[in-house]
Each structure stands twice: as structure tokens, then as C-alpha cells.
């Protein structure tokens, strides 16, 4: 764990010294939506129509954060957002640290994975936080708009859950 602490301090240490040379700063908002899995599939009702699909919305997220890159390929920065988990009856605001590649693949596209790790903060539980953890995948155009899958988990432990994970998908927007 401690490597894991001298690898992001080195790496902050060198996008700030990026930073003072010239404009290295980036903004990032993201919208995701939680996906759980429809029991109901493949069910057939009385009048004949049958159910088709696969996964049904279950919550909300919206995530804002800013910090530092270098040529759009690596980025690191703080984020913050809120979460609902719709199941789970489940609002949390996770504080995280974010480590971003996004090489390119294409004259206009990058594929990019986002790394976060921090703290998750429950709403409306008293004093209940824990680990938050996140992985997102996606493909990013010339734009700076990205399309993505990301799996999150809150290692909050209340009623019968002992952590909150979702699978998800999203569209963000990236400003350099």
C-alpha cells in the first residue's frame, strides 16, 4: 500500500511541475446511470408480448472533478459527485483521487480507462463511510466527449449489504 502512496505522490509531484510551464489543467463531468439486471427476462404475458430486456435503470450518478494531464494522454485529478442506488435505497458522495490513460487508437479517437480510489460518504446513514472504489472503460472522440461502461463499488455496510456495487453506463465531458 505504501508503494501505491509513493507512485501517486511522484506522479503529482511531476504534473505539478507541468503545470507551472503551461496550461495543463482539465474539468471533467460525468453522468452515469446504474444497470441491474431485469428478473422479469424473457417472461411471457397473458395478451402474448414478452419481455426482451435484459437490464432496467436502477439509479442516478453525476460526478464532477478537475486536476492535471499531460497531452490528454495521462491525467490525474480529484473528483467528487453524488451516487443513487436505487435498490439498495442508497445516496453517498464519494471523494477520490482519479488516474486516467487515454491513448489514441485513431486520428480522432482515444480509448481511455479511468482508475478512482477514495472515500464514499452515505446520506441520511449518520456517520457511515467506507472505501470507494471505480474502473471505467470507453472511447472518447475529437470533441472530448466520451462514452463508457464503469463498475463502482462503496464498501458501505448497512441492512444486509456489507458493499454497494453497480455496473453502469455513462457519457462524460472533458475540457483541456
Known amino acids: 500500500?505504501?508503494?501505491?502512496?509513493?507512485?501517486?505522490?511522484?506522479?503529482?509531484?511531476s504534473f505539478f511541475s507541468f503545470a507551472q510551464s503551461k496550461k495543463r489543467t482539465f474539468t471533467q463531468f460525468e453522468i452515469t446511470i446504474p444497470l441491474k439486471g431485469?428478473?422479469?427476462?424473457?417472461?411471457?404475458y397473458p395478451d402474448g408480448r414478452s419481455n426482451k430486456t435484459w437490464f432496467l435503470p436502477?439509479?442516478?450518478?453525476?460526478?464532477?472533478?478537475?486536476?492535471?494531464?499531460?497531452?490528454?494522454w495521462i491525467a490525474l485529478g480529484i473528483h467528487t459527485g453524488v451516487d443513487w442506488k436505487a435498490?439498495?435505497?442508497l445516496v453517498a458522495?464519494?471523494?477520490y483521487g482519479n488516474f486516467k490513460l487515454s491513448p489514441k487508437v485513431g486520428d480522432e479517437t482515444r480509448l481511455f480507462a479511468q482508475f478512482g480510489y477514495g472515500k464514499s460518504?452515505?446520506?441520511g446513514r449518520g456517520n457511515l463511510s467506507g472505501a470507494y472504489r471505480k474502473l471505467?472503460?470507453?472511447l472518447q472522440d475529437s470533441n472530448d466527449v466520451a462514452i463508457f461502461i464503469e463498475i463502482a463499488e462503496h464498501q458501505l455496510a448497512f441492512?444486509?449489504?456489507s458493499k454497494i456495487s453497480t455496473f453502469s453506463v455513462g457519457i462524460c465531458l472533458t475540457t483541456f
Open 93 to 95: 458522495i464519494p471523494i
Open 136 to 138: 471505467s472503460l470507453g
Open 38 to 44: 431485469n428478473p422479469n427476462n424473457n417472461e411471457v
Open 58 to 72: 436502477d439509479g442516478l450518478s453525476a460526478k464532477f472533478g478537475f486536476g492535471f494531464h499531460q497531452n490528454k
Open 87 to 89: 435498490t439498495e435505497q
Open 159 to 161: 441492512n444486509n449489504y
Open 1 to 13: 500500500m505504501k508503494i501505491l502512496y509513493v507512485l501517486i505522490f511522484s506522479i503529482s509531484i
Open 121 to 123: 460518504f452515505a446520506i
